[in-house]
């Protein structure tokens, strides 16, 4: 498998689910946007599954009913939520890494996010997989890159989204 095909490797079998990921972090309800995650020596594969009763779907580019004006695109998951599902991924990695005892009642935030780059956009029926690649980690500090790839029924994948993110423990 070449390297532009890693998200290929997402393995439904040892995946953590949803609720393994609740065990590693403190998000929940509307905010908890990771389905399923598989770790890796270098950090991890994150899905995030987009449908239709998400909080955001309703108000960013809503569809219209005539579908013409302005903004007339329908929904599509803001990218301030592919940096947040990032960085989610990020702590379910840096938890990995450092051992869930050792990291026991910490959790990241935001340091710095460079480099975010926006290529396609993700809309409901999509599923979104984030690639982790963890560059740096301590128990204090984390700093991760990250690329995402929307996959579409019926279209090839195409990357979304790619940057770069670093946290502190608290």
Known sequence: ???????????????????????????????????????????????????????????????????????????IFPGVLMVESSAQLGIVCWRHLLGVERTAGKTMLFKTIEKANFKKEARPGDRVLIRSVVDKYSIRLMRCSFEGVVLREGAEPETCFSCNIAGLSV
């Open 1 to 75: 498998m070449s390297e532009s095909d890693w998200y290929k490797s997402i393995d439904t079998e040892t995946a953590l689910s949803r609720d393994e990921i609740h065990e590693l972090l403190p998000h929940r309800g509307d905010m908890s946007f990771l389905n399923r995650v598989t770790l890796n020596e270098q950090g991890g594969i994150g899905e995030v599954v987009l449908d239709e009763s998400a909080f955001w779907v309703p108000g960013h580019f809503p569809k219209q009913e005539n579908n013409e004006g302005a903004f007339a695109i329908g929904p």
